[in-house]
């Protein structure tokens, strides 16, 4: 298969990132979760996304 400039790469990083925003996104929904852990999940995922061009 030849690289195609215009298909974007989908890498293993990317893939990295999605499942760690998963992870993070599970967590939050746990009802048992303290809310000071709560805010740093979220400022977590809110980074992540952006780093992901998400936001």
Not at 3 to 12: A, V
Not at 18 to 29: C, H, P, T, V
Not at 32 to 41: A, H, I, K, N
Request: aromatic share 4%.
């Amino acid at each position: 298969m030849r690289n195609r400039p215009d298909i974007p790469r989908y890498t293993c990083n990317d893939y990295r990132e999605e499942m760690i925003l998963l992870g993070l996104q599970k967590r939050l929904s746990d009802p048992g979760l303290p809310e000071s852990e709560r805010d740093r999940v979220r400022a977590e995922i809110r980074r992540i996304e952006k780093q992901m061009g998400m936001e």
